[in-house]
């Protein structure tokens, strides 16, 4: 440092310090302004990527704010349809039950009423029957009893008593 201060000298100096300011001014003039255009260009750059990043933010929390109350809308009209479609079920199940107890009783009606004809024809086939074979059974007695004029005669004289106290 001594040997600095020792050979100092004032013309080197004054043309360092030329040379300096000329150096200054055309780093001024011709790369100070593109250098600082550019740093601020870079920071305007990143303030605008902060703002963006702020309302891509913003604008994800509404979306999934907007995301939760589909959800919940959604959420609530399957709780609507899976109570409709309960309710519909039961109402099915009611009806087809109604309508199965109505057929029965259509049914059974039909069995009673078919029941009810076929004994009436059995019951007249049956009179049928016997009226026949109650005539057959007469004839043969009558044609027995007419062959013979004793039982003639008693058969006419049991009639005719029979008349008297009718």
């Known amino acids: ?20 300011i000329v150096i200054v001014v055309i780093l001024g003039k011709f790369a100070w302004k593109p250098i600082v255009n550019a740093l601020e260009a870079r920071e305007e750059g990143i303030t605008d990527a902060l703002a963006a990043a702020e309302n891509a933010k913003r604008e994800m929390a509404n979306l999934k704010a907007d995301n939760e109350k589909l959800l919940a ?41 078919t029941i009810e004809s076929e004994k009436a024809a059995a019951i007249l086939d049956l009179k049928t029957q016997v009226s026949s074979i109650s005539i057959e059974i007469a004839e043969k007695l009558l044609k027995d009893q007419l062959s013979n004029k004793e039982a003639q005669a008693k058969l006419v004289e049991k009639m005719l008593d029979d008349v008297k106290l009718n």
């Open 1 to 20: 440092m001594d040997k600095l201060i020792n050979d100092f000298s004032f013309g080197l100096f004054f043309w360092q310090l030329i040379i300096m």
């Open 73 to 113: 809308e959604a959420r609530a009209e399957r709780d609507t349809l899976l109570k409709e479609a309960r309710e519909i079920k039961e109402k099915l199940i009611a009806d087809a039950k109604t309508e199965a107890e109505a057929q029965g009783e259509k049914l059974i009606a039909q069995a009673k009423a």
